[in-house]
């Protein structure tokens, strides 16, 4: 048969499984049980035939595209839906003895069958099969291949990796159990494991019941499996018994030695015969504890030292006899109760500090994390509970009765641990207690959460676990992920209820059927569950009086059907139950974090370094690119930087899958919750696969192939101002593994290679003409090094129906720690390879271009346009194409299509995705600056937390706004003083203030700033400074670029400014200190402003103006005259401004005045002071005046030393005696200040004066001035 007709052939087929697919979810219960069986008969042999054709196919066809693994997905759903209904229709099985049974009515479902799972130990294989072959092999009601579907999903790791890549044929299955057998089936290999494990046992220290029952236990069993393999154990009893006898202490084994007979040959039976005797003697008396007086412990303990020491080394852990890890490590001892650690480390007698078992004193001085103790914080002890218990008092007619339900739950044995849980809709959590999780054997995951209950108390539970759930009453189950904690409630009901009382209907199922006798709470289900469960069956119980009259409606209790039974719970009548009324109420506080937003506030308030040093892994990272980066065929392809060879990654990074998966689902229900929002979404994903951007790979090949995966989970990003993409997709490369460690985690932070905002902005505002431009699409235009793509992978389906497949991203994409590094780096590299050709461009790649907008200006219009031109050829060689362009000429965008041009506001305010409040954007249309009002602000949300958030996205890179910043810092510091908590309203004063704030930026005017500093080559062009500070609020500084035209004609522009807040209550931070902080702020703002401008302008002067003339003294003397706190400063200061002059300005006249005390933001648009400067420097023929400046010894943090003068008049001897007679008593001045020499007593007052008293010749000094010229030039 030809090609064509086997995939017509296989098409028939491939439509008959998928007509059944869409019958099974429609119709499936209306049809009869033999149908169903004719169905499921149908389908098996529509799939073997779909086989058949797809291997002839593959024969001819090597390319063949066919999805076979969907097609394979959905026969195995039909398949396990039919046999379901299937069982659950048929009527039970009689017993084989009475009725012989046929293996086409055979109840066996496919779900129910569980057998523990098989991982690769050799002393698991032969239990393991032999279940399997009794319950799966030997079921004639299985074909072979149902079989082998079992045999898979019951091994894990190595095993499965072993039979994997077997075809899914009926053929495979004795395959798959050849291959096991001849790996697991060794067995000298298991005899041997048997033997370590009894070698490995833990050596006895104290002869309790317990510890030797446990004991006993262990060797019973090791013993009984070597048996199994080999017979010729019965003749290991000597060995046997010298290697027990060497696990006992030393009393217990001198007891059997003087017991048994010595002339026999040892018995291990009569040994453990003999231990048993001893734990059931020790168990009845209570020796184990007590059999020893203090004295002859303490006589005996050199021996039972010298003992343990010969004796093998036991396990580190005394808790879960773990070597891996000591007890302080261990997750079990970590989710027990705090009382429970507490007396674990009481009975054992270990160590409050270290918990580790000595008799000396603990050579450790931890202190509790808590309450500073002198002992570990495991054994810290909390009185109050999670949510601490509201007992309300009074006259109270009804009691209330609270919901609850008997669960089930399966623990990592197999076994089944029931337990009784509470049902709360008032609670955002489900949250489970550490006894409960211990019980299931579980392994919790950290994650720090505040649970808020009643009055805002709050606990941080540290743990969370998923636990899936199981009905008693029915086969509902459900997985929810519980946090764990010690206690969630006391015992409920609180007394005993008299269920006499009630008039209960008969015939109820009840899901807890002990709901009226107190009992212990061992989960808490919130919401989440509450409803799920919730059947529309509802009923009301009226209980009856005394009087035997119905008892008020108030006093009803409400009766709901479930998932789990019928629960009860609403208002008993008086005296059914008497005892406190217990309020439980748990809420969720999502703790924002609001590191991102403040942290990028903060940067934008910094003064951007000048120059940073690389550090090692900025130059490895630029090693990686240099030695790697390639541009062929006009694209650029770059490896991902990591921290380790790639050969190392997959051992180290994990899996990662789970998790991916879970998240994804996640996504998924919120996308269907929301039409719009997913067609849009998919749209997104469906654009990235058709620009060739990823491509669907096979998931299962990574396994196969043995190579580094990670699967990257994504979420969507809505921008509605956009006018390109409202709606992309962000990925996730921080997610951790389970081995917690994540993609970033193990790549490079390259460094920041193009200009910072501020420099750009700056730049900008210098030319007459304009163009801006976005790069579209720019990371996604480089590709990744296909060695690294298996790190970049995504999973997606289009429908919840279809399942669900991997897209594997080949492009550089956002969300990895690397990616802004890769694709700013490959512009910086197309502009050095090209720069000869394209030298405009290459220049605005370096100096004009933030990220993916390019801001460029000039003043002469063709350079502008040619500029245009070279930029849009320049970036075509990497594939790189613009859009967005905008000019506030038309000439400039003749030739640009209409859809690519863009004339709405730009924001710059990269990657952050929450609406502004108060931020900076650029009108190119009207050449301008605008900072709009942010609107209302929200009184009913006013916390710490808000107000935190709100100022943390006030956006201004330049400084136009600083004035206004300042008083949102000053109310930001003031809610750290008061100590607010973050969810707490702020003290009524900063309230107050806060309202006051938010009210004037509501009403505030838009404020609109020219973006063009007007100049020519002609013109002078100076830089004006001015520094100011406030002693209640902060200090500051302010720039202004002053122009002087040939005519006379001046201008002053507001460039930049800088502000910081004034340090909290720190000793010796004095006025002029802050002065000076001041002065150093704009040394270094103006330095950074200088070397920016630089680049296009000709500065000809600068000026500093301080109104401080103690701070303008400072600056002239000499460094060794000044105490070490001015001396760093000033010496900074001269660095950063050695061929600049420093002057004076009154205060009235400092515009930085208002960046120290702050602005209400409408005033600020009014205030010409601040936007052109003083008034004296529009004079074009003003003269900088000449400062005259204070020398004087009362200038504060300056040293005084000891002069000597030659005043003749003033003593009897010549200056050289004096000189003499000081060296001879002490050859150090800072000595001789503290001595008194017998030839005259040196005074020495509190300033430090010192001199003889008897030699008025020693006086006082005033500091020596820096010899300068009157004005104060800083040469």
């Known amino acids: 048969m030809d090609l064509k007709k086997l995939k017509s052939a296989r098409g028939f087929v491939k439509g008959t499984i998928t007509r059944l697919y869409s019958f099974i979810r429609n119709e499936l219960s209306q049809l009869p049980l033999e149908t169903l069986k004719l169905k499921l008969d149908k389908v098996n042999s529509a799939f073997l035939e779909y086989e058949s054709l797809s291997k002839e196919i593959l024969c001819i066809d090597h390319e063949d595209s066919e999805d076979f693994a969907s097609v394979e997905d959905q026969f195995y759903t039909i398949a396990t839906i039919l046999n379901k209904e299937i069982n659950s229709r048929s009527p039970p099985q009689i017993p084989a003895a009475t009725v012989p049974s046929t293996p086409a009515t055979s109840a066996i479902k496919l779900p129910p069958i569980d057998i523990q799972t098989f991982t690769g130990k050799f002393i698991d294989y032969v239990p393991f099969i032999n279940i399997f072959m009794s319950l799966i092999d030997n079921n004639n009601s299985l074909d072979n291949i149902q079989k082998l579907y079992y045999l898979r999903s019951f091994v894990r790791e190595e095993p499965f990796d072993l039979i994997k890549n077997l075809p899914l044929v009926g053929e495979s299955y004795q395959e798959a159990l050849k291959l096991l057998k001849n790996r697991y089936e060794n067995k000298n290999r298991i005899v041997n494991e048997h033997i370590c494990n009894l070698l490995d046992l833990r050596t006895v220290g104290k002869s309790t019941a317990s510890n030797l029952r446990e004991f006993v236990s262990a060797i019973r069993q090791q013993v009984a499996a070597i048996k199994n393999h080999n017979p010729n154990i019965i003749y290991w009893d000597h060995i046997l018994t010298c290697i027990i006898l060497r696990k006992l202490d030393g009393y217990t084994s001198r007891a059997y030695q003087l017991e048994r007979d010595l002339d026999a040959e040892p018995s291990l039976e009569d040994l453990l015969c003999y231990l048993d005797k001893r734990a059931l003697a020790l168990e009845g008396t209570d020796q184990g504890l007590h059999h020893q007086q203090p004295q002859a412990r303490w006589s005996n303990y050199g021996k039972v030292a010298a003992h343990a020491a010969a004796a093998d080394k036991p396990p580190t852990c005394l808790n879960c006899k773990s070597t891996n890890h000591k007890l302080f490590n261990c997750k079990q001892f970590q989710l027990m109760a705090s009382k429970e650690r507490i007396d674990f480390v009481k009975q054992n007698k270990l160590c409050n500090v270290c918990l580790g078992a000595h008799f000396s004193k603990c050579r450790f001085h931890f202190r509790c994390a808590e309450c500073k103790g002198p002992h570990n914080t495991l054994v810290h002890y909390n009185e109050p509970a999670l949510a601490p218990p509201v007992t309300l008092t009074g006259n109270n007619n009804s009691n209330v009765l609270l919901p609850t339900a008997r669960v089930k739950a399966i623990a990592k044995d197999g076994t089944e641990v029931h337990f009784k849980a509470l049902l709360d809709s008032g609670s955002q959590v489900s949250i489970v207690t550490s006894k409960l999780v211990q019980l299931l054997g579980l392994t919790p995951k950290q994650s720090a959460t505040n649970i808020i209950g009643i009055s805002n108390a709050k606990n941080h539970l540290k743990y969370c676990v998923p636990l899936e759930i199981h009905s008693l009453k029915s086969a509902f189950k459900t997985t929810v992920t519980c946090h764990v904690t010690d206690q969630i409630t006391s015992q409920l009901p609180q007394s005993k209820i008299n269920l006499d009382e009630l008039q209960l209907p008969s015939n109820i199922e009840w899901a807890d059927e002990q709901f009226n006798v107190p009992s212990d709470i061992h989960m808490l289900m919130g919401a989440n569950i509450m409803f799920q469960v919730l059947l529309p069956e509802k009923s009301s119980v009226t209980p009856a009086n ?92 770059v490896p991902l930087p990591l921290k380790l060879p790639l050969s190392e990654v997959k051992e180290t990074l994990g899996d990662s899958f789970n998790l991916a998966l879970k998240r994804f689902h996640n996504l998924e229900k919120k996308l269907m919750a929301n039409p719009e929002l997913f067609m849009q979404y998919k749209q997104f994903i469906h654009e990235f696969l058709s620009l060739g951007h990823g491509h669907y790979v096979d998931i299962e090949m990574y396994d196969i192939n043995k190579q580094a995966a990670y699967y990257m989970p994504h979420h969507a990003i809505i921008k509605p101002e956009s006018k390109t993409t409202k709606v992309r997709s962000v990925f996730d490369a921080s997610m951790k593994t389970n081995k917690k460690v994540s993609l970033n985690d193990l790549q490079l932070n390259g460094p920041v290679v193009q200009r910072d905002l501020f420099d750009i902005m700056l730049l900008f505002r210098l030319g007459r003409y304009t163009i801006t431009s976005d790069i579209k699409r720019m990371f996604r235009n480089i590709l990744v090094d296909p060695a690294f793509t298996s790190l970049q992978n995504i999973l997606w389906r289009d429908d919840p129906s279809q399942p669900i497949k991997c897209i594997r991203l080949d492009r550089v994409t956002y969300g990895l720690k690397s990616s802004s590094y890769l694709a700013t780096r490959c512009l910086i590299e197309l502009a050095n390879r090209y720069e000869n050709e394209y030298p405009l461009a290459a220049f605005i790649l370096r100096n004009n271009t933030y990220v993916d907008d390019v801001l460029y200006s000039h003043n002469d219009l063709a350079t502008v346009r040619e500029a245009k031109q070279q930029l849009c050829s320049l970036l075509s060689l990497g594939s790189f194409n613009t859009h967005k362009w905008s000019s506030n000429n038309e000439l400039v965008l003749s030739d640009i299509p209409l859809e690519d041009q863009h004339f709405d506001s730009i924001d710059l305010q990269k990657d952050n995705y929450n609406m502004k409040t108060l931020g900076l954007q650029i009108n190119t249309k009207e050449d301008n600056f605008i900072i709009t009002s942010p609107g209302t602000f929200d009184t009913n949300l006013l916390t710490k937390r808000s107000i935190l958030s709100y100022i943390g996205r006030c956006y201004d890179p330049i400084g136009f706004i600083n004035p206004i910043i300042v008083v949102a810092k000053s109310i930001m510091q003031k809610l750290w003083i008061n100590n607010t908590d973050w969810n707490s309203c702020p003290p009524t004063d900063v309230e107050r203030e806060w309202i006051q704030f938010t009210e004037d930026l509501r009403v505030m005017e838009p404020i609109q700033i020219n973006r063009n500093v007007r100049f020519s080559d002609e013109d002078t062009v100076e830089l004006i400074g001015f520094a100011d500070a406030s002693s209640s609020t902060a200090h500051g500084c302010c720039i202004y670029l002053r122009v002087t035209t040939p005519t006379g004609n001046t201008t002053l522009h507001l460039l930049c400014s800088k502000s910081r807040i004034n340090p909290i209550q720190k000793k010796g931070m004095t006025v002029p200190r802050l002065e000076l902080n001041a002065a150093l702020l704009l040394s270094k703002l103006m330095s950074k402003t200088y070397d920016t401008l630089k680049l296009k302008v000709n500065v000809s002067k600068v000026y500093l103006f301080s109104d401080s003339q103690i701070v303008l003294a400072w600056l002239k003397m000499e460094l060794t005259n000044l105490q ?141 001035a820096h010899p300068v010229a009157r004005q104060t030039d800083m040469k």
Not at 556 to 583: A, E, R, V, Y
Not at 611 to 624: A, G, T
Not at 1194 to 1201: A, N, Q, R, S, Y
């Open 546 to 637: 005394n009087s035997g009259k119905q008892s008020p409606a108030q006093n009803d209790l409400h009766i709901f059907n479930t998932h789990f039974g019928h629960i009860i719970g609403g208002s008993l009548p008086t005296g059914s139950i008497k005892g406190q009324i217990l309020c439980n109420k748990v809420v969720l506080k999502c703790e924002m974090d609001l590191n991102e937003t403040l942290g990028q506030f903060w940067t934008n308030e910094k003064v951007p370094e000048i120059f940073s040093e690389k550090s090692p892994e900025h130059e490895l990272c630029e090693q990686i690119f240099q030695n790697s980066v390639e541009l062929k065929d006009k694209q650029f392809q």
């Open 1124 to 1264: 070490a706190y001015v001396a760093n400063r000033v010496n900074v200061i001269r660095q950063h401004t050695v061929s600049w002059q420093w002057l004076y300005i009154s205060t009235d006249n400092n515009p930085a005045d208002l960046v120290s005390r702050g602005v209400r933001p409408h005033e600020l648009s009014s205030c010409e002071q601040w936007w052109h400067g003083p008034r004296f420097l529009n004079d074009s023929e003003y003269n900088f005046p000449i400062t005259e400046t204070n020398t004087s010894s009362d200038l504060p943090e300056v040293k005084h030393c000891l002069v000597l003068s030659s005043d003749h008049g003033s003593h009897t001897g010549p200056l050289e005696y004096v000189l003499e007679r000081l060296v001879s008593n002490c050859s150090d001045l800072r000595k001789m200040c503290k001595r008194s020499p017998t030839d005259g007593a040196t005074v020495a007052d509190q300033d430090g004066d010192c001199r003889p008293a008897d030699r008025p010749h020693l006086t006082r000094s005033r500091p020596v």
